[in-house]
């Protein structure tokens, strides 16, 4: 497509439970990338891939967050056993080529952990 | 630690004037800038970059400014219009590795 698809939209969880995001680049873009915003701060880097491949995931959480840019499927981002903390709009973008320049964003998935 | 600093959570300024958005990191081996703006609701959407080999870009209505000596860039806006009223994030990122973001600027166009 010609935009970053992300879905859902709106995601409510109870703590301990677990979330699982979903982002569809643009086609052709072989980069994509996840941010997390919390409470309108910063956007905070979580991981990045070319293609299926983890490009750079140094803002990873090494506990509860895992991430998959499959084949032919949209690019997904788990959660397990959210905490209130991680109550955020997490975002996609992607990129196209070797060189990580412009990104386009998606408009966001805002998960509320309850 | 925060790489990029946006020390401005708000700014207004009067429609046609010149809106000036400011930016500073930490980081001596940045070398590629972009700015985007935000509406509420929506992702961020990519306005101008600069690479630390240049001191200016002009896009239209924008211009950033780096000073690479002060590790400062700014965002012009001239002349300012209401639909210009959005949140400004500046990102920061060191040979093509990830971007990091500033707190973001919201700016307020007063018709």
């Known amino acids: 497509g010609e935009e970053v698809a992300q879905t859902p939209k709106h995601l409510v969880r109870g703590e301990g439970q677990k979330a699982k995001l979903y982002c569809a680049p643009i086609k052709g873009h072989s980069y994509v990338f996840w941010y997390q915003q919390v409470l309108k701060n910063e956007f905070k880097f979580l991981i990045s891939?070319?293609?299926?491949?983890?490009?750079?995931e140094t803002g990873m959480p090494k506990e509860r967050f895992s991430a998959k840019c499959l084949p032919n499927s949209p690019c997904s981002l788990e959660i397990q056993a959210t905490k209130l903390e991680d109550s955020a709009v997490y975002f996609c973008?992607?990129?196209?080529?070797?060189?990580?320049?412009?990104?386009?964003f998606g408009p966001g998935t805002r998960l509320t952990v309850l | 630690d925060q790489q990029v600093k946006q020390n401005s959570p708000s700014l207004s300024v009067q429609e046609g004037r010149i809106s000036i958005l400011n930016c500073d990191y930490t980081?001596?081996?940045?070398?590629?800038f972009l700015w985007y703006k935000k509406y509420p609701a929506e992702g961020p959407t990519f306005l101008i970059s600069?690479?630390?080999?240049?001191d200016k870009n002009e896009d239209g209505r924008f211009t950033v400014f780096l000073n690479k000596s002060a590790k400062h860039l700014s965002l012009h806006i001239v002349p300012s219009q209401p639909g210009d009223s959005a949140v400004y994030f500046c990102a920061a990122s060191a040979k093509g590795n990830q971007f990091y973001f500033g707190t973001g600027t919201s700016l307020t166009v007063i018709p």
């Open positions: 600069i690479s630390s080999i240049k």
């Open positions: 980081n001596s081996m940045f070398d590629y």
């Open positions: 973008a992607s990129s196209q080529g070797s060189s990580i320049t412009r990104q386009f």
């Open positions: 891939f070319q293609n299926e491949n983890v490009f750079d």
